[in-house]
């Protein structure tokens, strides 16, 4: 019989054998359809601790699935499968594999904070957002996406010399996304700033190209102590993900080898 | 000096009743059918009370000691009321035992009974030693000894909490919210975790209602502390495999199935009407409303008024309620069976 409401079954939950033949009966094609269970049989209790070590994810325990903030979503306006509520309740519950399934689609919040702003109990979904595209990057199952290379350019500017030269950042963003800096876009906004912009404007970004800018004795005190607070702040959040368990046994399966190598 | 006033039901509404009649210089006989006084909370060994926080035991032991040292409080235990004759001012109720005694009004403060879940064979009480209710949870609490499987003995690792068995359920005949029940299980969920912190507890619900100021100390307060994890979803059964006890259900808000392996399973039993509630209302003549709990008039002309003057009633007899608001009731019902014994009847201003 034909699956009617067919719109509602997830395609890849639809299985039916091409050649099969049972007691004598053929029943190839859509004769053999039938839909796999979707039965959820656990949660998986570590990943709502696992988003609250990351940043902005702390409140996730408090949602009681209003929905206040998909509806106040701007990109689900444009994206109805972006719903903040929905993944903030696979992660409470540990339903991963559903979360996965929008792996794609979670980075792209525009932290426009309306979903903070009308949250009833301060979840603070758009941090969870943030905190959950960061998971997604720390467990491997997204690349890393360019907000992240652009926050790292940053960082290393700031590491370096307390300040940012937003040529520089710009640069290093194009070169980490792999993209080229002759866009039309670009040149064109270059030629009209060139246009307007006031000569010692124009020499003073030269030179800032050549002698970057920078806060004087930055790197004696404040960007070591800087440096050492997002080092320690990161070894959290690896440690909270079980990261540098995950590392420490992939290298104990390796070694074995490298020893039996070289003997 | 009147004769006295006939309180029935020694729980914390009986109790309040007693001693606010006896604040007043006023006799009363309260007639009690178990061996001792308290009610449920001490019958059924609850442990800490919502929304106080305090042992039942302390608590509801101070109204007993309050009303069992007061001189104008005749206590009989073991007893119920047999026959209730005669018109406001002048009643004869005949007890038990025999013994006749005078009254000028009545107050009935009859209370409720448990839910009893095996009424819910679907959701495993009785068929599995691990499925057990909250009144269950309480005297494990109360006991001392914790929170444990009865089957084994071990500490649970996952517990799922159940609510509105016995409430809001067409099916088994009971409309009606029993309104605590959710705290009281918010209240469970958190003792869980603060014994057992690496015991993980899920409530699976229809809809949360710890009403009023109890949505900040119970349900915020066991997600954003405790870390409790509220699930929407009503079981369709219980059912076992190994030692493990598997819930099956829909998790509404993602739209899939559920079968989950839990250690312990509780069900939040609701409030019944009294199971003597038909025979209080032949004894009493009284009407009782459609739910089978004891019918009270509005509240506008005068407090806990039932369809026989002379008689008033407050507390759980009237419907699912707390045990504040019992004791609320119960004070204004023995100030209106007081006036109705001073032969005063109060009338709205004219």
Known sequence: ?263 | MTKPILIVGGGPAGLSAAHMLAQLGQKTVLVEKLPHLGGAPIVSGYAKLVPSGEWAKDAIGGMIDRVEKNKLVDVRLNTTVKDFKGEPGKFVATLSDGKKVEAASAVLCTGFTHFDAINKPEWGFGTFPDVVTTAQVEQMISSGKGVRRPSDGNKPQRVAILLCVGSRDRQIGREWCSKICCSVSANLAMEIREELPDCHVYIYYMDIRTFGLLETKYYWRSQEEFKVKYIKARIAEVTAQGDKLLVKGEDTLVKRPITIPFDMVVQAIGMDPNVDNMLLSAVFDVKLEPHGYIGKANSYGTQGATSRPGVFVAGSATGPETIDDSIAQANAAALAAYTAAQGVTLKAAE
């Open chain 1, 1 to 263: 019989m034909a699956i009617h409401e067919k719109s509602l079954i997830r395609p890849e939950d639809i299985k039916s054998q091409e050649n099969l033949v049972i007691d004598g009966i053929d029943v190839s094609g859509h004769w053999s359809t039938f839909i796999s269970a979707r039965n959820i049989t656990d949660y998986n209790e570590k990943m709502q601790d696992e988003i609250a070590a990351l940043p902005g994810g702390e409140n996730i325990h408090r949602c009681w699935q209003c929905g206040s903030c998909t509806n106040a979503c701007t990109v689900n306006a444009l994206e109805p499968r972006f719903n903040p509520r929905y993944w903030i309740y696979l992660i409470r519950m540990g339903l991963e594999s559903e979360l996965l399934r929008d792996k794609d689609i979670i980075w792209q919040c525009v932290s426009c904070n309306k979903c903070t702003n009308i949250c009833p109990r301060d979840v603070v979904p758009e941090g969870i957002m943030k905190a959950t595209a960061k998971w997604l990057e720390l467990k491997g199952h997204t690349e890393v996406n360019p907000s992240t290379h652009f926050d790292e350019a940053f960082m290393e500017q700031i590491s370096a010399t307390g300040r940012i030269e937003e040529g520089k950042t710009m640069r290093m963003l194009f070169k980490r996304t792999g993209r080229s800096l002759f866009q039309d876009w670009l040149i064109e906004m270059v030629k009209r700033i060139a246009v307007k912009m006031p000569m010692h404007y124009v020499f003073g970004m030269g030179i800032e190209q050549i002698i970057p800018p920078r806060v004087s004795g930055w790197r004696k005190q404040l960007g070591p102590a800087l440096d050492e607070y997002v080092h320690e702040s990161e070894k959290k959040q690896r440690q909270a993900l079980g990261l540098d368990q995950l590392i420490s046994m992939a290298q104990a399966e390796v070694r074995p080898a490298h020893h039996k190598a070289a003997e």
